[in-house]
């Protein structure tokens, strides 16, 4: 059976159509559609606990989370493909240096409305 991508209509499971469109690999859409509220349907909640778009079935996993879902298709089916190098160490420095203030700057912006 060829993984199934759980896609509710307008949301981030475009993200992880796209990779396994990249890849070639093959797959299955189960379509679920955003009600009056744009909430995702209860069916969804019934596949995986955080009853949200994308959830992927695969192999006998059922996986939840963008990133997480994005990591276990590129580990499972890439061969190396579409993964940057790993980053050097002043990379990594760097990255969470900008994030971390990235993270209270935002939370302020949000908090006056303008994020
Ligand atoms: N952190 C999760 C967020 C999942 C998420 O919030 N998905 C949205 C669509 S982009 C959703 O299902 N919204 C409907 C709802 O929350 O009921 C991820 O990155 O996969």
């Not at 890849?23 to 995986?48: C, D, F, M, T, W």
């Not at 580990?75 to 190396?80: F, K, P, Q, S, V």
């Amino acid at each position: 059976m060829p993984l199934v991508v759980h896609n509710l209509n307008n949301s981030r499971a475009q993200r992880v159509l796209w990779l396994l469109e990249e890849l070639g690999v093959p797959y299955e859409v189960k379509h679920h559609q955003r009600n009056r509220s744009l909430q995702a349907p209860p069916e969804l909640k019934a596949i995986h606990p955080l009853g949200k778009s994308p959830v992927v079935e695969d192999q006998g996993r059922v996986l939840a989370e963008t990133g997480a879902i994005v990591e276990y298709i590129l580990d499972t089916y890439a061969n190396g493909r579409l993964r940057p190098p790993a980053p050097t160490l002043g990379e990594q420095t760097d990255n969470i240096l900008t994030e971390a203030e990235d993270g209270p700057e935002e939370t302020r912006l949000r908090a006056e409305g303008v994020g």
